[in-house]
């Protein structure tokens, strides 16, 4: 069973930065690619970022410029660095990955870490 696990959420302060982290229970070589998505209450996941196993990355339009997204396969993680924080980036972050079908292909999330963006 795959597990993802998301670290590294908190409170902080606006203009700040924080870094999520996404740990996998197995290789990342295993997913085509690996996603942060976030949630507002009473709303759909949106798509925040992604990066394929070669490395390349996509942004959603409101974070473009400031957040990075990228991967230590050697860790099997995956990282959101996030600058410039905005009260409007408070939300659940989730990991997510989608595993490739040669492995049972399948998407799989975390169980979410908080970021709160507030003075």
């Known amino acids: 069973q795959v597990q993802l696990v998301e670290s590294g959420g908190g409170l902080v302060q606006p203009g700040g930065s924080l870094r999520l982290s996404c740990a996998a229970s197995e290789s990342i070589f295993n997913f085509n690619t690996m996603n942060w998505y976030r949630q507002y209450p009473g709303k759909q996941r949106e798509l925040v970022a992604s990066i394929t196993s070669g490395g390349k990355t996509n942004y959603g339009d409101s974070v473009k410029g400031r957040f990075t997204i990228s991967r230590d396969n050697a860790k099997n993680t995956v990282y959101l660095q996030m600058n410039s924080l905005k009260p409007e980036d408070t939300a659940v972050y989730y990991c997510?990955?989608?595993?490739?079908?040669?492995?049972?292909?399948?998407?799989?999330w975390g169980q979410g870490t908080q970021v709160t963006v507030s003075s």
């Open positions: 997510s990955a989608v595993r490739i079908a040669t492995m049972g292909g399948g998407r799989y």
